[in-house]
C-alpha cells in the first residue's frame, strides 16, 4: 500500500506567514533571511497588493529562483511583471516569471542539483530524494507538481 504525504493544512502556512513578513523587514531579519524573501506584487485579476514570505535560491548575482507547490501566486506571473523583492534586508526591483513547462521545470531542477548538492531542494512538496541526484524520471515527477518562479534583479532601487 503506498504511503501518501503528510501536508500541513493552509492555516498552518498562514499563520507562519503572519509571524515571518514582520521578522523579514526588521533588524533581526538574518535569523531567517538566508533562505527566505518577501515577495511583493499586485494580482494580476484583483490587482491587490500581496507581500508573501519565499523561500529562494540564488542563480546568479542577477538572479534568484523560487518554487511554488501548490500555490496561487505563481500564476501572476505567466506573463513577466516587475515585483519587489525583500532580499536579506534590502529592497530590490525585479522581472518575475513563472517557469511552469514540465520539460524545462524538470531541467531546472536537476542543474539546480547538480550546483548546489543533492539536499539542495528543501522544499517538501518537490518530492525530490535529499541524499542522491534526482533520475530524470524523478526530475520529471518533481515537475508535475512543481513550477519555478524567475527573479532577474533590476539595477534601479
Do not use: C
Not at 42 to 66: C, L, M, N, Q
Not at 73 to 82: A, G, K, V
Amino acid at each position: 500500500m503506498a504511503r501518501t504525504r503528510w501536508h500541513p493544512p493552509e492555516s498552518f502556512f498562514n499563520a507562519a506567514n503572519r509571524a515571518v513578513r514582520p521578522l523579514l523587514r526588521s533588524r533581526l531579519h538574518p535569523l531567517v533571511s538566508k533562505r527566505l524573501m518577501l515577495l511583493t506584487y499586485e494580482g494580476a485579476k484583483s490587482g491587490r497588493t500581496y507581500a508573501i514570505p519565499v523561500a529562494y535560491y540564488r542563480w546568479r548575482p542577477d538572479e534568484v529562483w523560487a518554487f511554488g507547490a501548490r500555490t496561487g501566486w505563481m500564476s501572476n506571473f505567466r506573463d513577466p511583471r516587475t515585483v519587489r523583492l525583500l532580499l536579506r534586508g534590502r529592497e530590490v526591483r525585479a522581472e518575475a516569471t513563472a517557469v511552469e513547462d514540465r520539460e524545462q521545470v524538470a531541467r531546472l531542477l536537476e542543474e539546480l542539483v547538480q550546483r548546489k548538492g543533492p539536499g539542495a531542494v528543501r522544499d517538501p512538496f518537490a518530492g525530490l530524494p535529499r541524499d542522491r541526484y534526482p533520475t530524470h524520471e524523478e526530475a520529471l515527477a518533481s515537475a508535475d507538481r512543481v513550477r519555478i518562479a524567475r527573479f532577474r534583479l533590476s539595477a534601479k532601487p
